[in-house]
């Protein structure tokens, strides 16, 4: 039988058949573009659902036909997972692939639609948190609502805020048997039915302490529940928050569990002791003071009472002080502190130098978000007065005072919302041994907001008046100044006052009856650590409220500003517009929080 016979076509393909297979052209995929879509979350989670995006860079660079192919069919699926989310579900995505050579780049156009929105709502609570009104408050403020589009996460994240709710309010028992939503696509609707069995209330009960070296009753006042009160995660951090103003203890562990068998919750708090007592020195500088150093010792508690004592000394170019402080815990009915304390202070004033020796009995507490103070002060001061040739003038004053501090911030360090107010009244009577009657107030407060991470605005005021018919006897270190790194800046250190031309012919600033200050503060960070600032300042001390009385001085400027890990550094150089202003620009720096 005769072979049959190959063309010669035929033949060259037979033999091609025989030879190995070439391998295709690799292609590297060098971006993937997505359009269409102006929310960034959305962006964000379209992209991360992308098939093509999660390819690791070998992947990228030795990506075949086929395997392109593939992934390119997959686009219209992965782009509606990463839009659901947010309510899309009738999603249309279309691909462009654009090759320069071997490099391609892939162009994803998203036509999200119009998002499913939320019809109807069934959303209870049963048993007996369906009575506790923050339970039913914060169900009425649940998202999405009627009307808006059927966003995931805010459903996600409502659904978890009433959990964590029923836990926090002592419904530990509490479950979710009906958490259900239906969507109709034809319609665009979708309708949510939630439905909470919260069981009963658990009760708080009583806190036991160990690890301490203290005499029993004396953590237990800090305590502000009754044993069987109903359950409250608030009350519990809140004791921890007392616990960690103390500043006894080096180690706070609150533990407050359901047991087993029993509605009733036992807070057991395991504490370790801090360092008894602290030593420090260090030294400071300020435009204000000058170059200093400083000391003191803290005994953190002096026996099983409780009481602690504090000590300080200061020794600056500008200014010495020193203090000395005993504190007695005042636990009952406001958390705080008895404290008697002396101190010695030597201050000079442009040129006039002022002594003060000074006695306080005060009792402090925080109520709410306020921190009050009400203290009987004893006050001798010796100064050089310019009336009489520098001759030496004392002052001799006993005066209650009262002062209230409230402060709100996101971060206590560098917060980017945040305000705060601090007012404080004193008033004197030579009925109860002051050489003279007066009654001041004074009142400072402070706001700060952001925009991003990168900007924000931070305002500052600040008020004071006297009042009194003898203010030539009035001390100078009780009067009123402006002028510095925490008032107006571009001037010194209480330069701005009431002038006075003494017998010597040399001008003083004997500071004023009323004060008025404002400060707004432009800050944009470069980086996370460093930034810039303009600011401009504004403020006078002054006796009277008429024209001439009153001789508003302006300081503008811009400064550098560090986040620093012990708090925010700030230097400034600013210049002063005033008569006041001795030099045409002076260097300010200051370290601590913006409240």
Do not use: C
Request: charged share 25%.
């Amino acid at each position: 039988m005769k072979s049959p016979r190959l063309h010669a076509p035929a033949l060259t393909l037979a033999l091609l058949s025989l030879l190995p297979a070439l391998p295709a052209a690799a292609l590297e995929l060098r971006a993937v573009e997505v359009r269409g879509l102006q929310d960034e979350a959305e962006l964000a989670n379209v992209r991360a659902a992308l098939s093509l995006v999660a390819l690791d860079p070998r992947q990228r660079a030795d990506l075949g036909e086929a395997r392109l192919d593939y992934l390119l069919r997959q686009v219209p699926d992965d782009v509606a997972v990463g839009l659901e989310p947010f309510g899309y579900y009738d999603t249309r995505a279309e691909t462009e692939v654009r090759r320069n050579g071997e490099a391609v780049t892939v162009i994803v156009t998203v036509r999200a639609g119009e998002p499913v929105r939320v019809d109807q709502r069934e959303i209870q609570v049963t048993g007996e948190a369906g009575a506790d009104e923050a339970i039913t408050r914060r169900l009425r403020w649940l998202r999405p609502r009627k009307g808006q589009p059927l966003r995931h996460d805010l459903y996600e994240a409502s659904k978890a805020s009433i959990d964590a709710l029923l836990r926090e309010r002592g419904y530990f028992d509490a479950r979710l048997p009906v958490h259900r939503v239906e969507v109709d696509r034809t319609e665009g609707l979708a309708d949510i039915f939630l439905t909470w069995e919260s069981g009963e209330r658990y009760s708080l009960g009583e806190a036991s302490f160990s690890g301490h070296p203290f005499r029993d009753g004396l953590l237990e006042k800090l305590v502000d529940w009754e044993p069987g009160a109903p359950y409250e995660q608030a009350k519990v951090v809140d004791l921890q928050q007392r616990l960690s103003a103390l500043d006894y203890f080096a180690g706070i562990d609150v533990q407050a569990e359901p047991v087993e068998g029993s509605t009733t919750v036992p807070v057991d708090v395991q504490l370790t002791p801090a360092k008894r007592s602290i030593y420090s020195a260090g030294l400071r500088y300020s435009t204000d003071k000058g170059a200093g150093v400083t000391g003191g010792l803290e005994r953190r508690w002096v026996n099983d009472r409780g009481h602690k004592l504090l000590s300080t000394v200061e020794l600056a170019q500008r200014g010495n002080e020193a203090n000395v402080a005993y504190r007695i815990p005042a636990f009952a009915w406001l958390a705080g502190w008895y404290t008697a304390s002396a101190s010695l202070r030597q201050d000079p004033i442009d040129f006039i130098d002022s002594e003060v020796f000074e006695v306080i009995g005060s009792r402090s507490g925080q109520l709410g978000a306020w921190n009050l103070v009400a203290g009987l002060h004893f006050r001798r001061e010796r100064f050089d007065d310019p009336a009489t040739g520098n001759a030496l003038a004392y002052s001799t004053l006993v005066y209650p005072q009262l002062s209230a501090t409230w402060r709100v911030a996101d971060d206590p360090l560098y917060p980017r919302r945040g305000h705060s107010l601090h007012v404080e009244l004193r008033g004197g009577h030579t009925g109860i041994g002051s050489d003279i009657d007066f009654l001041q107030a004074r009142a400072e407060a402070s706001w700060v907001r952001s925009f991003d991470w990168r900007n924000r605005i931070l305002l500052r005021a600040e008020l004071g008046t006297t009042v009194t018919d003898d203010f030539a006897r009035f001390p100078p270190l009780l009067r009123f100044y402006a002028g510095g790194d925490q008032s107006v800046r571009g001037y010194g250190y209480r330069d701005i006052g009431e002038p006075f031309t003494g017998l010597d012919g040399r001008r003083y600033v004997l500071g004023g009856k009323h004060l008025v200050v404002a400060s707004a503060e432009f800050e944009r960070m470069f980086t996370r650590q460093w930034g810039g600032a303009v600011f401009v300042d504004a403020g006078d001390a002054f006796d009277d409220f008429g024209s001439n009385g009153f001789d508003m001085q302006l300081g503008v400027g811009v400064g550098v500003r560090w986040r620093s890990p012990v708090g925010p550094v700030r230097l400034d150089l600013a210049h002063g517009l005033g008569d006041d202003a001795q030099n045409a620009i002076r260097l300010h720096l200051s370290i601590g929080p913006d409240l």
